[in-house]
């Protein structure tokens, strides 16, 4: 069971496949087990090596309670610990929902390490959407999943929930993300699903900004989780495209 360490934390990975590097990071609650679920590993390993990365505080990864772990620098430079770790130059990466938000949080602070950036589920601008009753807040995320999504939240306990919702907390930075994700240098595509309410304006988002934008059926953990296989297909094209861009040899095993 492999595992890279930053800054004293162990980071779980699962690694299949050859050819060069994707990294595949997983949304709030979930783990690195779902990309294999949703079938994205085996629609990719055919000719990348893939990395399912569990984020720290889920999965098999160490869940500390101090709220400073959890703060988006110190949690992309976990991503890049197990791009290290398999001993790559550059990864391609893609993120969904808190996935992604730590996607933009490796072109902000460790551009050189991506070769491609994929983000699905998540408002590189304004982040988490807002309630009627104002910004949502992690107890009445909790209490949402729990009434929605019981499979998700089957394995958070008293100990680890400080974690999570240290997790939670930090999706509201949001500074610079607009111009890390734009000012790359990289090939970045923006990916959602249909039923997602956010649809038309993240795609309006892409368009406004030039970037690719992939439409798939599923709403927000549907696309994933239901529509993965569809999802998969059209982010492998993507990251054809993207390794055969000047310089992306460079993400080679």
């Not at 909790?142 to 306990?157: D, E, G, N, Q, Y």
């Not at 997790?167 to 734009?182: I, P």
Request: aromatic share 8%; glycine share 12%.
């Amino acid at each position: 069971m492999p595992f890279a360490v930053h800054r004293g934390q162990r980071i779980h990975y699962t690694v299949e496949g050859e050819g060069p590097l994707v990294v595949l990071q997983h949304g709030m609650l979930m783990d690195a087990s779902v990309w294999k679920q949703g079938g994205f590993v085996d629609a990719l390993t055919d000719r990348y090596r893939v990395a399912c990365v569990d984020s720290l505080g889920h999965g098999e990864s160490d869940k500390p309670p101090d709220t400073d772990h959890y703060r988006q620098e110190q949690r992309a430079g976990d991503i890049v610990a197990v791009i290290d770790d398999l001993h790559c130059a550059r990864a391609h990466l893609v993120g969904h929902s808190m996935g992604a938000w730590l996607g933009v949080g490796v072109a902000k602070y460790y551009p050189e390490w991506l070769s491609s950036l994929v983000l699905g589920g998540w408002d590189v601008v304004n982040g988490l959407p807002p309630t009627r009753q104002g910004p949502l807040q992690f107890d009445a995320f909790m209490k949402f999943a729990r009434l929605t999504a019981p499979h998700l939240t089957r394995s958070v306990t008293t100990e680890s929930e400080s974690g999570l919702r240290a997790c939670f907390d930090a999706l509201g930075q949001l500074d610079g993300a607009g111009k890390a994700v734009l000012e790359s240098g990289f090939p970045v595509m923006i990916w959602e699903g249909q039923d997602d309410p956010a649809h038309a304006r993240r795609k309006a988002f892409a368009d406004a900004n030039g970037l690719r934008f992939l439409s798939t059926a599923g709403d927000h953990l549907g696309m994933v989780l239901t529509h993965g296989v569809e999802s998969a297909d059209g982010i492998g094209g993507f990251l054809d495209l993207a390794q055969n861009a000047p310089g992306a040899g460079l993400a080679a095993s």
